[in-house]
């Protein structure tokens, strides 16, 4: 099993940047696709960046050219780094592995 835990959400104003981490722990080796997702009150979750093990990423439409999805395997941690930051990104931000182990989540507000 797979036990992840996000983090560096927080408040900021429109246009700044935040990076939110994921560390993963247990039997991470055998990880094959590692994605955040948000989901904002209301709103049903979506993905939003997506990375496999071999280094392969996929971004959602609305955040194409501003967020990147990173790694650091020594560190057993995934990265999504959020630039150009707008009010509609608010949402509680989850980190998923394999399409079944979820984090508990970190919140991201936009706002002036």
């Known amino acids: 099993q797979v036990q992840l835990v996000e983090s560096g959400g927080g408040l900021v104003q429109p246009g700044e940047s935040l990076r939110l981490s994921c560390k993963a722990s247990?039997?991470?080796?055998?990880?094959?696709?590692m994605g955040w997702y948000r989901q904002a009150p209301g709103e049903q979750r979506e993905l939003v960046a997506s990375m496999t093990n071999r280094g392969n990423t996929n971004y959602a439409e609305s955040v194409k050219g501003r967020f990147t999805i990173s790694r650091d395997n020594a560190k057993n941690t995934v990265f999504l780094l959020m630039n150009s930051l707008e009010p509609e990104d608010t949402a509680v931000y989850y980190c998923?592995?394999?399409?079944?182990?979820w984090g508990q989540g970190t919140q991201v507000t936009v706002s002036s």
């Open positions: 247990g039997s991470t080796s055998s990880i094959y696709f």
């Open positions: 998923n592995a394999d399409f079944s182990s």
